[in-house]
């Protein structure tokens, strides 16, 4: 079992950018975050928790939803056990709860089912 906890939303307005970070720790003497797929999910109000972007493992391949990208940039530091996401040109639709979510030996998907460590989540508000 891992811990994941947010950091770096707030609010922005329309144009403007914000830098989310994920740390990744567990207690387990095993623990390696290399072996972790990284993913970033977002939870707008009445609405379903949805894919933004996905990092694998090893060589750090990206995916990206539709909508964001060329806007956000998922990277990933194994020496500082932690994922970022870079997100410039926000706008009122990217406003939601951010989420980090961790999938052990994973290929980076956007399926919420194959997460199967998740963080509380940050929230990001952009005005118009």
């Known amino acids: 079992q891992v811990q994941l906890v947010e950091s770096g939303g707030g609010s922005v307005q329309a144009g403007g950018s914000l830098r989310l970070s994920c740390a990744v720790s567990?207690?387990?003497?095993?623990?390696?975050?290399?072996?972790?797929?990284m993913g970033w999910f977002r939870q707008a109000p009445g609405k379903d928790r949805e894919f933004v972007a996905a990092?694998?493992?090893?060589?750090?391949?990206?995916y990206y939803t539709d909508s964001v990208k060329g806007r956000f940039t998922i990277s990933r530091d194994n020496a500082k056990n932690t994922v970022n996401l870079q997100m410039n040109n926000l706008q009122p639709e990217d406003t939601a709860v951010y989420y980090c979510?961790?999938?052990?030996?994973?290929?980076?998907?956007?399926?919420?089912?194959?997460?199967?460590?998740w963080g509380r989540g940050t929230q990001v508000t952009v005005s118009s």
């Open positions: 567990s207690r387990t003497f095993r623990f390696s975050f290399s072996d972790y797929a």
């Open positions: 979510a961790a999938d052990l030996l994973g290929a980076g998907t956007k399926s919420r089912d194959a997460y199967e460590s």
């Open positions: 990092i694998s493992t090893n060589i750090g391949r990206t």
